[in-house]
């Protein structure tokens, strides 16, 4: 693939990892089970549906004490996409197709899923608690999702465009 259509999707997967992390990406919607009508009659914001993105989740995660779970999220929601970014953006860039470069591409490559794994996770571990608490899928995850699915097809395509140079 030429170098043109690869940096308009690098800057579409930028864009839309940009969106993702902050627009909803799911909402919840508590449930109590057969006291759910009286918890809600008691206590009417304990019933209210949230709508949660991955940056408000992260900063509630951290607020509420919950320091290790922070920061796991943080790191490979946030921390590792943005350097796998910037290893994108220098590959592209600076086509001198450098063993370094395709190294470090391999190895961002192993990792890349980890952070959709990691709000699979929560989204799954929500969805188990009891009573008739329902989690919903926004559009933000959708976005959050793209990004990272361009973001692991573009080294496939420099590699691609590697081999067809040296041969």
């Known amino acids: 693939m030429k170098r043109q259509p690869l940096l308009v999707i690098l800057l579409l997967a930028n864009i839309l990892f940009a969106i993702g992390l902050f627009a909803p990406c799911f909402t919840l919607h508590p449930g109590f089970g057969a006291l759910t009508n009286l918890v809600r009659s008691l206590q009417p914001e304990a019933g209210a549906p949230r709508i949660v993105s991955i940056w408000g989740g992260i900063t509630s995660l951290f607020s509420d004490g919950n320091y290790l779970l922070g920061a796991i999220i943080l790191v490979f929601s946030i921390v590792f996409p943005l350097w796998k970014f910037g ?21 961002t490559g192993k990792f890349s899923m980890l952070d959709i794994f990691v709000i699979a996770v929560v989204i799954i571990s929500i969805k188990g608690l009891p009573g008739s608490t329902r989690v ?29 140079d040296e041969s």
Do not use: H, T
Not at 155 to 164: C, I, N, Q, V
């Open 87 to 107: 290893v994108l953006w220098s590959a592209i860039l600076d086509r001198s197709n450098n063993e370094r470069q395709m190294k470090l591409l391999q190895m």
């Open 136 to 164: 919903s899928l926004n559009w933000g995850l959708f976005c959050f999702s793209a990004a990272i699915i361009l973001s692991l097809c573009i080294p496939y395509w420099l590699e691609r465009d590697a081999r067809a």
